[in-house]
Structures are given as C-alpha cells and as structure tokens.
C-alpha cells in the first residue's frame, strides 16, 4: 500500500487552527500545542460540549495520525471522521440544521459520520471499565470496541500518538502502534462512508492537548 500526506498541521499557534469550525463553545488555548477546553460551564450539562473541525474533505481511504495527552477528567474525547451531509453535501451547507456540539445532532441529525471514542472518563461506568468505542451514523450503531490502554491524568508522563486508519470500509485505531481494535464496515448499518471531514470532540469538564496532526491518503501499490 502506498501513502502519500495530504495534510499536515503542527497545532501550535493560533494561526495553525484560524481556519477551524467550532460549535459549541471550546475554549482554545495553546501551550506545547493545541489544548481544548470547555468554554461554557459544565452546568450546561450536555449543551456544555463541543466540536472542532477542519475545515477540509479528506478522500475515502486515509491514515490519521496525532498527539494526544488528557490533562484534566473527567470527560470524553473523540474523533470525528469521513463526515458529510446525508444527502451527500458538505456538513457545513446552510441547509442543515445549526449545531452547537449536543450529541444527538451528530448521530441523528442531518449528517453521516464514524465517530471515535478514545478516553471516555465522563461517566463512571466508563471509568470503572474503560473501552474505546467507534459508532457510525446515521444512528448510534455501536460497531467496535476495545480495550483502552491510556492511563488516568495523573499517571500521564507524555502524549500518546493515535492512529486511524480507513482503507477500502476496513477501520483499524491504534495507539503507541498497538492495535486497539479493526472492523470492516460490511453496509449493514446503512452506507460504507467514504470521504468526508475531520473533527475533534470534547465533552465538558474534559481538558486535552493535541499536536502534530497528520493526514495520509492510501493507494493500491
């Protein structure tokens, strides 16, 4: 398989992200990267999280790679990928309903979408037993899952480098190279996804920083 990077961004300076899409409100600081935050009080409960996308369509077959370290809990992070209207148009057309980050605006809502689940500490049934979850959308199909390796935020020394990759419906995530699950999108819930955007998700009281994104497309050799 070839790769060949399509993208890259160091997430180090405002300038690095000027171009983003929020909704929601994250609060966007940068320190030795990009770190998100929640912008509006946890009070809001569920109208307190948010979304940051770029603002690019990556193709069908991609590898994505970046840094992640969790710097304060708890919360729930996750990657958004191959995203786009259910009609087929950008996710941003002014003929789709508003977003503000709630949840169900992304799985049943105006668009189609995989989405990550990568350090899920929200809850404490997710604490007490901690998986990596992947959905894909329209709708909450539950499709892989695996066990999380990363630590709490205390025992954290450094950041932890993240891989997805998406190559002919087969999703393979992986940190540190170890290989947290792979599952081969087979059209039972609904369409295989092919290009699409990319966004990052936070829910609140959840801090993160993340750099040196990556993005790669995969072609037959």
Not at 85 to 112: M, T, V, W
Not at 161 to 168: A, T
Request: net charge negative.
């Amino acid at each position: 398989m070839k790769e060949k990077k399509i993208y890259e961004n160091p997430l180090r300076t405002p300038s690095d992200v000027k171009d983003f899409i929020a909704e929601g409100n994250p609060k966007i600081e940068f320190n030795d990267g990009l770190v998100l935050s929640n912008g509006d009080p946890e009070e809001k409960g569920d109208y307190a999280h948010f979304l940051l996308w770029l603002p690019k369509v990556f193709p069908e077959n991609i590898r994505i790679y970046w840094e992640f370290e969790p710097l304060r809990e708890p919360g729930l992070c996750m990657l958004f990928f191959a995203a786009k209207a259910r009609n087929g148009q950008s996710i941003f057309d002014d003929s789709l309903e508003k977003r503000n980050g709630y949840y169900p605006q992304y799985h049943h809502g105006d668009i189609n979408a995989y989405h990550l689940s990568y350090y899920r500490r929200k809850y404490a049934t997710e604490r007490c037993f901690q998986t990596a979850n992947l959905r894909k959308s329209y709708g909450f199909h539950l499709v892989s899952q695996g066990a999380d390796p990363l630590p709490n935020v205390e025992d954290v020394e450094k950041s932890y480098e993240m891989k997805v990759e998406k190559y002919q419906g087969r999703i393979t995530f992986s940190i540190n190279d170890l290989e947290i699950f792979q599952w081969q999108d087979e059209g039972e819930e609904g369409p295989v996804l092919d290009e699409g955007y990319i966004g990052f998700r936070q829910m609140a009281p959840m801090k993160a920083r993340y750099s040196h994104l990556e993005v790669y497309e995969l072609q037959e050799d």
